[in-house]
């Protein structure tokens, strides 16, 4: 029946990971038709496959495992994600698991020793051939989220005074080039990168032709200790294919491709969003409950914390409150307001200070836009609020106190969501770690503050 199923799915021309296929696969798995299993998994991609044992709970992980190990290729591992990646390698035989690691670049078994414990990974080293063994622990010595954890070993290099036929011979010759590879790097005697070849140009000019002649102008290097957060901005900055990295000697000691930069800008990009919601840089949908709460737990905790601080600013204004209890009515609409206007300056400065548009030379110049757009926004929802709490509560100062209180807040907002991040950064902290919560609770505290003491003094 399973069986059946999966040709329908075949038929139906079911293209990549559908929910139906999901369906349909966690049916063969709980059937035990590994043929069935296999004809629907056999068309996906790699990252289609990592996708779903990511969504599949841990009960239904282990089964699809149990029946379809003996498929499970380096490519699909790389792909796994981190959160779950130790639980995927205790389930697979141990020849199935030396199998896959040694399909791998040098790259992507780093990435994946980064996450095991240290039985794990002598299992994954043990099942490597001797160089390659060499050059990832090579490799894994290089401190975490630097050039020289992202890089690859394997490169493929040529002396700076041979031809195009020299170097061509020399790749057909080759049995140990990476499966894939966009560059020949030129080096001198010393083993120093002076330039690169395209592909491309190479195999486009004629044979006699000198490879110094026909290098690119893009060259440059990157060195082994740099951030893995700065090589990402300079492949997007100056539009990279790959680049080869030095040690402090400037000898070349690996290669970066476009695919490892990309992945680290994705992860910065997620990172960012994940911390800015304040539920931790690394929470995924297959993490269990207790990880989640644990996650989850210390920011309810300080957003508690900052909670009764504005509390606090109300008991401050009892008195006033009980006199005009319209006041307990409009006083979300200043903080809420606030909030949000804090949250677009926020997100705008965390994403300009990630691509380093927002710098030194040019916060003053944001810092005096954002004051602007707040003054006029809180004029604007000033003069509409204002007209609400007249029409609506009867009192034309009331709408006078309501369209002053947004004025304030919108600009303290504004200036909030561009100064704190800025500050954050300047003192080495990660912007999107902990901006939302200071500029949350300046908005709060502020808009409270003046609304309620606004109307204290023109009110009474």
Known sequence: MAQHEASDARDDELQGLTGRRVDLILDAVEARDTDALSELLEPLHPADIADLLEQIGPVERRGLLTLWSGEIDGEILSEISDSIREEVIDYLPRHVLTEA??????????????????????????????????????????????????????????????????AIDFLRANDRLPDQFYHVIL??????????????????????????EIEEESFRTIR????????????????????????????????????DAMNVLDEEHEEDILRLAGVGDESSISDGVFDTVKQRFPWLFVNLLTANMAALV????EATIS?????????????????NAGTQALTVAVRAL????????????????????????????AIIMGGIGWLGYGS???????????????????LGGILVPLGLNRMGLDPAL?????????????????????????LL
Request: some cysteine; hydrophobic content about 50%; proline content about 3%.
């Open 224 to 259: 082994a200790s740099q951030e893995e957060a700065d090589v990402a901005y300079i492949f997007n900055q100056y539009h990279l294919i790959s680049c080869p990295v030095v040690d402090d000697s400037d000898r070349l000691v690996g290669v970066i491709t476009i695919d």
């Open 354 to 381: 990630a691509t380093r548009d927002l710098t030194t030379s040019n916060a003053m110049r944001v810092v005096k836009r954002e004051a602007v757009v707040g003054l006029l926004n809180g004029l604007g929802f």
């Open 101 to 166: 690691v040694r399909e791998l670049d040098t790259d992507d078994v780093v990435d994946i020793l980064e996450d095991l414990e240290e039985p794990q990974q002598e299992i994954i080293l043990g099942a490597l051939e001797m160089v390659d063994r060499v050059a990832v622990e090579q490799a894994m010595a290089y401190p975490e989220y630097s050039a020289g954890r992202l890089m690859q070993r394997e490169a493929v290099v040529a002396p700076m005074h041979w031809t195009v036929g020299e």
């Open 434 to 458: 902990s901006s939302g919560t200071f500029v949350t609770t300046l908005t709060d505290v502020i808009g409270f503050f003046a609304f309620l003491g606004l109307a204290t003094v023109i």
């Open 323 to 339: 006199v005009i209890v319209a006041l307990a009515a409009l006083m979300p609409i200043v903080a809420s307001m606030g909030g």
């Open 187 to 212: 080096v001198d005697p010393r083993m120093k990168p002076q330039g690169y070849v395209t592909l491309g140009r190479l195999l486009s000019s004629r044979r006699e032709v000198k490879l110094t």
């Open 396 to 414: 034309a100062m009331l709408g006078v106190v309501l369209g002053l209180a947004l004025i304030v807040n919108l600009l303290v907002a504004a």
């Open 314 to 317: 109300i008991g401050q204004f």
